[in-house]
């Protein structure tokens, strides 16, 4: 699938997600990582949503988002309950989906000028 939406005021825009990987700006990130507008966080931890932990999320609160995007490979897979609340505890919102909706869902977001995460699990 390949995005095409333009932001130029940005720093990072996701541009398609694939097998190899997701497209961030003209590189393929094969690893898992975090991402704003204007930061990218890469070599993230976990790599699969069984994999997270409360910790893990840490990363993603630093960055200091309204909502969090979790996108979970090729197919949506939920975190432990443990993950999910040490967002929601905070008032952080958290959406969990594939990688390609994610993708689409943080440009919608982002342009609409949110402080949205898009986190990405991806094997590595």
Known sequence: MQLSQENPD????????????VLVNQETLAS??????HVLVPDWRPTAADQLTPEDM???LALD???VLLGTGP???FPSAAVMASL???????EVMDN?????????LATEGRRV????????
């Open 10 to 21: 940005f720093n990072y825009v996701l541009r398609g997600v694939s097998p190899a990987g």
């Open 32 to 37: 898992s990582f975090l991402l704003t507008p």
């Open 58 to 60: 840490q990363a993603a």
């Open 65 to 67: 988002p309204v909502l």
């Open 75 to 77: 197919r949506q897979r």
């Open 88 to 94: 929601l505890t905070r008032g952080i919102g958290l």
């Open 100 to 108: 390609a909706a994610a993708a689409r869902t943080f440009n919608v």
């Open 117 to 124: 995460v898009a986190a990405f699990l991806l094997p590595g």
